[in-house]
């Protein structure tokens, strides 16, 4: 039995010492993945790091002399000589303003231009009726002769949707060149 005890210690022992080998490592693992990954401290605030280049130490020593007017005139001067184009750059938001009493009625928005519109097919003359159904076939190639003839005489009818503005203003001019009326909704 004293076998058996002195055979846990043992190995207690040595559990405890491997163990506490470990968290060493671990530890100095941990200080050196940490030198590696922090970012060298900044440079003291009277000193300035500075470039082998005398060249560019030069104009920064200029430049960080200039006042702002000086500066704008600059940055415009730069612009202007090497072609650089305005790009507008997106602003952070601004914190929301006070809520304006509820006694004030809300200022009128103007109505945002529709961009996006649907061509409707309202009616035609009846001598143009043969002109209308061959423009309804050329725009829908789908469509044998027979089924642009019903669509034509099955008025008011769709003829496209989702259209940008040009080419509903194009589709409309062709239709009222034909003699028919149509409308963009």
Do not use: H, Y
């Not at 470039?51 to 202007?80: F, M, Y």
């Not at 509820?102 to 009846?126: G, I, N």
Request: charged fraction near 25%.
């Amino acid at each position: 039995m004293a076998f058996r005890c002195v055979g846990v210690l043992r190995s207690f022992s040595r559990s405890t010492s491997f163990a506490s080998q470990v968290s060493q490592w671990m530890a100095t693992a941990a200080t050196a993945t940490a030198a590696k990954t922090s970012p060298p401290p900044p440079p003291a605030p009277g000193k300035t790091k500075k470039s082998p280049d005398a060249t560019l130490n030069r104009i920064v020593d200029d430049i960080s002399g200039l006042t702002l007017l000086q500066a704008a005139d600059l940055v415009t001067l730069l612009k202007s000589r090497l072609n650089i184009k305005e790009i507008a750059m997106p602003t952070a938001s601004t914190a929301p303003a006070a809520a304006a009493p509820v006694e004030d009625e809300p200022a009128a928005e103007a109505p945002k231009e529709k961009t996006v519109f649907t061509v409707k097919l309202e009616s035609f003359d009846a001598g143009a009726k043969p002109k209308v159904i061959r423009e309804v076939k050329a725009m829908n190639p789908t469509l044998t002769l027979i089924d642009a003839k019903k669509f034509v005489e099955s008025l008011p009818q769709t003829l496209k949707e989702n259209l940008p503005k040009e080419d509903a203003e194009k589709m409309q001019k062709a239709f009222e060149a034909l003699g028919a009326v149509v409308k963009l909704e």
